[in-house]
């Protein structure tokens, strides 16, 4: 997987978990792309930031500090796919 998409990746699940702190899928989702951009990226550092109609992920790999954005509305769309589906928001 490019980093750019375990950033991607990692970035739609950290908001569905900040979000929802007591979904266990989203939890172990987001333990399991943060492990793919340590162990195979190399990712420390990790700083995310919201400017305009980017998410700006500041972040240090390999020793080497980077940056990458991403269209919000395209990250908060995994978020908000979940919340507007009745099943998924049910209380157990």
Known sequence: MKL???LS??????KV???RPADLAAKD???FFSEILKEDHKVENLSVSLKGPFY?????????DQ???FFADMIDAL???IANE???NEEC
């Open 67 to 69: 940056s990458e954005r």
């Open 9 to 14: 990746n990692w970035l739609s699940i950290k």
């Open 56 to 64: 700006i992920v500041d972040f240090t790999a390999d020793g080497v």
């Open 4 to 6: 750019t998409d375990a």
């Open 17 to 19: 978990h900040e979000e």
């Open 86 to 88: 009745p099943r998924f």
């Open 29 to 31: 989702t987001f333990d």
């Open 79 to 81: 978020y908000e796919g």
